[in-house]
């Protein structure tokens, strides 16, 4: 077990954990169990160096800013906590969140915000591959583009997407919205463009605003579903 | 004289003639199958396991104890069902009572209260029970000592807070029934309370995914496996669930994964809902599947490092002692808890005790007790596979959780009186060396002997007098 070498950063309820000598293990448990106990409300986490499933779990208001590049699943099924990383993530950023933020200053691998239920997560450069996928409520803002197969069978909440996307946008979508500036390559089976409403431009808006892009909500295009696979029937073909 | 035989002498034929004779490729199963299809064009969903005769663990026997093998007394002397799961990692293994444990259904295939009748059978027998697609509910967690929380690939009502409240985290990549197919639940089963877990509207059809939505491979299921250790801080054994398909690859897989315990449910496993295609084509038996499983283990010096739960068309005591002897270190029951429930009977009984016939209704399905596997249709006769309101009252949990309960304890029971036949003081001790076949595909699944011969069928047989 690596040896834990934390020392208090600048603010009196802040603590720094270097990753070159403490184990990921102790830095999570310290963030889930400890750092309520001792008060301390902002984390720094230096030289992640890719590591995996840094900051996952997280269940309290706390400020958590990583800086470098991670692995996998970034701030993993948080709650409450707002986590910065000020490089890029791996796979499964911010897989499963329910409440929170998570800013990812650069780029995201695949699945940026799979299944997420609630919380914002930003990502300021592009995401890969199935950003989306499988969302269930809450909001992703993409400063660029997105891969393929994002936002496949996305159940609810938004995503706007600032650049462009890929092919099957939005394949088999539900209730979820997804605003794009950009081109869209190819939509995926059962999703639309339709009208923006004022309801639309003001969710756009407010996302914009969250993640600090000053694009005009103007220039972005809703598609959602059509809704012709939510029954299964003779004519949907075997889609599924 | 009889009317065909008229016919035939009108005919000039011999009126012994055979005239009624059925079609073994075009038998009324499948005419009814191509009929149905040309009448729809939708492929059948239905619920149940395979329904198709497939060699099982009714075509092993136990040779039992005699001179060579010293018997134990079967009323009086201890033999012990304890069971861990979970060594390998986890600093909180499941310790269970018995090696039989409830498989995971969900809350929507089942009602609410029966999910409540399984937990409540569980914790008084001393076992476990399993959450399923679609989150987990309030009413099993409180009734469940001991909850084996899943995570599948729709993720549906999967979230941290329910992550840390259960005593396990079970990682679903197949399941025996349909491996490499989703889940589905028909519309008629998706009423506000089931649409609100899974964030789905009420009345449509949902369909799960089939592949996680966060990572792809074996590689990618290290690393998934360790967020959730990390999730939790390295307390709760992680289970992989697998269908089986290519066992001895998977389960190999599953190990260098990171896994606690692996499942292996074969194609005997039952379903809610799932397209008849799959239920009977896709995926090999339990028996054969446990063998490859073991056979992997031992391969990688595994065995009692990584526990083994089988599942499948597990039904008595007798299954679960065939499964343990091959080297299985736990089971666990879907379908089985189901009938023991009430599936397939002809009543439901109300809190008083009365019986009420439930025939009518499996009539309306145009089915009968005995043959119903309308589970996807929410219409259950006996208020098992249902979200209807009415429809769900009639299991009482209390009622449902006591026939549970004995249906749990007569398998214990067996399952020691078994062991103690073959002279085990404790029922992990039953071996390969207590089984033969009756059958020779059997025998070769399951890797033991040919009953009343030394031939194992794929294994080199010894020059005599070695």
């Known amino acids: 077990m690596a040896r834990v070498t934390t020392k208090p950063a600048s603010a009196g309820n802040s603590r720094e954990f270097d990753l070159a000598n403490v184990a990921l293990r102790e830095v999570n448990r ?95 450069g592009d995401a890969s591959l199935r950003c989306g996928i499988s969302l269930k409520g809450g909001d992703i803002v993409v400063g660029g583009s997105v891969g393929s197969f994002s936002a496949f069978m996305a159940q609810a909440g938004r995503i706007v997407i600032c650049g462009d996307a890929g092919d099957a946008l939005g394949d088999s979508l539900y209730e979820a919205v997804i605003y794009i500036r950009g081109d ?57 | 004289m009889a009317a065909h035989q008229a016919d035939a002498a009108a005919a000039g034929a011999p009126p012994h003639r055979l005239r009624t004779e059925e079609s073994w490729g075009y038998d009324r199963r499948n005419i009814d199958y191509i009929q149905h299809a040309a009448a729809t064009g939708l492929y059948e969903i239905r619920g149940m396991g395979a329904k198709r005769h497939l060699p099982h663990f009714d075509d092993l026997l136990f040779l039992g104890a005699s001179l060579s093998r010293y018997p134990l007394e079967g009323y009086r002397e201890r033999c012990s069902t304890r069971t861990i799961l979970g060594t390998r990692y986890a600093k909180r293994p499941i310790e269970l009572a018995m090696p039989i444990t409830i498989a995971g259904m969900s809350f929507g295939s089942l009602s609410a209260r029966v999910k409540e009748a399984l ?143 692996i ?38 010096n595994m065995r009692g490092k990584v526990q083994l739960v089988v599942s499948g068309g597990i039904r008595s005591g007798a299954d679960i002692a065939k499964a343990l002897a091959m080297g299985a270190d736990a089971v666990a029951i879907g379908q089985g808890m189901l009938v023991a429930l009430g599936c397939n009977s002809e009543s439901w009984v109300r809190p008083d005790g009365r019986h009420v016939s439930a025939v009518a209704d ?41 026939r549970v309960r004995n249906y749990l304890k007569t398998l214990n029971m067996e399952l020691a009186t078994v062991a103690r036949a073959c002279g085990k003081q404790d029922v992990h001790h039953l071996e390969k060396e207590d089984l033969v076949a009756l059958t020779v595909e059997a025998a070769a699944m399951a890797g033991v002997p040919l009953a009343g011969t030394s031939w194992i069928p794929g294994v080199a047989r010894r020059p005599e007098g070695d």
């Not at chain 1, 409403?197 to 407010?206: G, H, I, N, P, S």
């Open chain 1, 30 to 124: 310290f963030l889930h169990q400890d750092a309520a106990n001792e008060g301390v409300a902002q984390v720094r986490v230096l030289n992640p160096d890719g590591a995996h499933s840094v900051a996952c779990g997280l269940n309290a208001e706390l400020e958590v800013e990583v800086d470098g590049n991670v692995g996998y699943y970034l701030a993993g099924m948080n709650k409450l906590a707002r986590v910065t990383v000020n490089g890029n993530a791996g796979p499964g950023a911010a897989e499963n969140m329910m409440s929170g933020l998570v800013r990812v200053r650069g780029y995201a691998s695949t699945g940026a915000g799979a299944s997420a239920h609630g919380g914002c997560l930003v990502i300021e």
């Open chain 1, 184 to 240: 869209v390559r190819s939509l995926g089976a059962d999703a639309r463009f339709e009208p923006m409403t004022d309801q639309d431009l003001a969710a756009v808006k407010e996302l914009l605003t969250t993640a600090g892009f000053k694009h005009a909500p103007g220039e972005f295009r809703r598609i959602a579903s059509a809704k012709s696979l939510y029954h299964w029937n003779a004519d949907a073909n075997q889609e599924y």
């Open chain 2, 119 to 261: 937990g409540r059978a569980a914790t008084e027998a001393g076992t476990s029970t399993t959450t399923g697609d679609g989150g987990m509910t309030e009413e099993e967690r409180r009734s469940s000592k001991t909850l084996v929380y899943q995570c599948l690939p729709s993720r549906y009502g999967f979230n941290p807070d329910d992550v840390r409240r259960a005593d396990a985290i079970e990682i679903v990549i197949g399941q025996g029934a349909k491996p490499g197919g989703g889940g589905m639940l028909l519309g008629q089963k998706v009423n506000p309370r089931v649409a609100a877990m899974r964030t789905l509207p009420a009345g449509i059809d949902q369909r799960s995914a089939c592949r996680h939505p966060d990572w792809t491979g074996p590689d990618d299921l290290v690393i998934k496996i360790q967020e959730l250790r990390e999730i939790t801080d390295w307390e709760k054994p992680i289970y992989v669930k697998i269908g089986a398909t290519r066992v001895f690859n998977d389960v190999k897989l599953c190990v260098h994964a990171g896994a606690d315990v």
């Open chain 2, 263 to 300: 499942v292996v449910d074969g194609m005997q496993g039952g379903t809610a809902a799932t397209q008849t295609v799959f239920i009977e084509h896709i995926g090999i038996p339990t028996l054969a599947a446990v063998r490859q499983a073991v056979d992997a283990l031992e391969d990688l």
């Open chain 2, 362 to 402: 499996y009539a309306t399905l145009g089915t009968a007790p005995g043959y119903c596997h309308h589970c996807h249709t929410g219409r259950c006769p006996v208020g098992l596979t249902t979200q209807d309101a009415a429809l769900e009252l009639r299991l009482e949990p209390a009622i449902g959780a006591r």
